[in-house]
């Protein structure tokens, strides 16, 4: 892991990452909950609206319950966020690569495409900060041929979204901890 952080170094792999952070008055446990109540998300992100746990077809499963090796179906993603109906929202199709509740960790990479033509991988880290906080961090690297058109198309539209997906979820988690004290 990198140091002081709850993420692993992995933006000197790709062509570019995309990253963001948030410190949150609320403790990790109430944070991780907000984070991982993906049908929450339409409420709160304006970002991502919808992801859904689904078999290699995006059929959803009956049972959404994420563990590492699952699908996950991220749809819709609003490149720039924002709450309204788009006409052509973004989605991308991922495979989680890990699902660490103790440590508070998430991650999953891209795999609509071949790793040579676009590679993604983010991660997301809750790390307990002093006075009973939590600082959420996290990191989208982009390699490939393609990944130089993702950046220049929508590079600036995902910082956007990484950074509304951030505020949104500190709103959304203080708002829950404030509520149970």
């Known amino acids: 892991m990198a140091s002081g952080t709850g993420l692993p170094p992995l933006s000197s792999k790709g062509v570019f990452s995309v990253s963001s952070s948030s410190l949150i008055n609320a403790p ?5 909950e907000v984070l991982m ?3 929450s998300y339409k409420e709160w992100n304006p970002f991502v609206r919808d992801q859904r746990v689904t078999d290699a077809r995006k059929n959803h499963l009956p049972d959404e319950t994420p563990r590492e090796g699952c699908y996950l179906y991220i749809h819709p993603v609003h ?3 924002s709450f309204d109906s ?4 973004s989605s991308a199709f991922e495979r989680i690569t890990a699902l660490d509740h103790e440590n ?7 795999i609509e495409m071949p790793h040579w033509l676009l590679s993604a991988e ?3 880290a809750l790390v307990e900060v002093e006075g009973g906080k939590t600082r959420y961090e996290t990191i989208e690297v982009f390699g490939g041929l393609l990944a130089y058109l993702v950046k220049a198309f929508v590079g600036n539209g995902l910082k956007k979204g990484f950074i509304a997906m951030a505020e949104g979820l500190k709103g ?3 708002e829950r901890y404030e ?3």
Not at 86 to 89: D, I, N, R
Not at 104 to 110: E, F, K, Q, S
């Open 79 to 81: 490149i720039p966020p």
């Open 104 to 110: 508070y960790r998430t991650a999953w990479v891209n």
């Open 37 to 39: 109540d993906w049908e």
């Open 122 to 124: 983010r991660w997301q």
């Open 28 to 32: 990790r446990e109430v944070v991780w």
């Open 179 to 181: 509520e149970r004290n």
């Open 86 to 89: 788009k006409w052509f929202p």
């Open 172 to 174: 959304r988690a203080e």
